[in-house]
């Protein structure tokens, strides 16, 4: 996927390189400031039996495994850096939008599914969740993660 320009500020998806590439981004960017927008459920209520559920749950477990590898560097990273044991650096203060209750109940073939209310609907979410995090989260920016990289990935 080639990066899209914004008033100056190039946006890409990560997910088809490294799900998402965050390192790139941390060498290249000022901002401390990661803000992941998680579309992928990490847990499922339900286990996998049918073989297209199997393999659907495989797809998820293999794309959010370089996540899971970046989280555990970023933290290793910011507890060095917190513990003085790296001179220079900064922390990586990461941010998470997601709606793991409402994506993690759809079937698997949702992700096959281009029908428009569908997609609509999926939008809709996305703004509440974006909104909602916003509402909550904005002053953490420059300031604090919003999560606990511990608790949710490690």
């Known amino acids: 996927m080639h990066a899209v320009e914004i008033d100056g500020e190039r946006y890409w998806d990560g997910g088809f390189i490294g799900n998402p590439a965050l390192f790139p981004v941390i060498y290249e960017c000022e901002s401390r400031d990661i803000i992941l927008v998680h579309l992928t459920p990490i ?46 650096g900064k922390l990586i203060l990461v941010h998470v939008i997601e709606a793991d209750d409402i994506i993690s109940t759809l079937s698997n073939s949702s992700k096959m599914n281009g029908d428009w209310d569908f997609l609509l609907y999926l939008h809709d979410i996305g ?3 974006a909104d909602t ?15 606990d990289l511990q608790t949710k990935y490690l």
């Open 43 to 88: 847990d499922r209520p339900d286990f996998p039996i049918t073989a297209n559920s199997i393999l659907s749950r495989m797809q998820e477990v293999s794309f959010n495994s370089s996540l899971m590898r970046e989280m555990r560097a970023v933290a290793f990273v910011n507890k060095l850096i917190s513990e003085g044991n790296i001179a220079e």
């Open 133 to 147: 995090w916003v509402a909550s989260k904005f002053d953490c920016l420059g300031v604090e993660s919003s999560i």
């Open 127 to 129: 703004r509440k969740r």
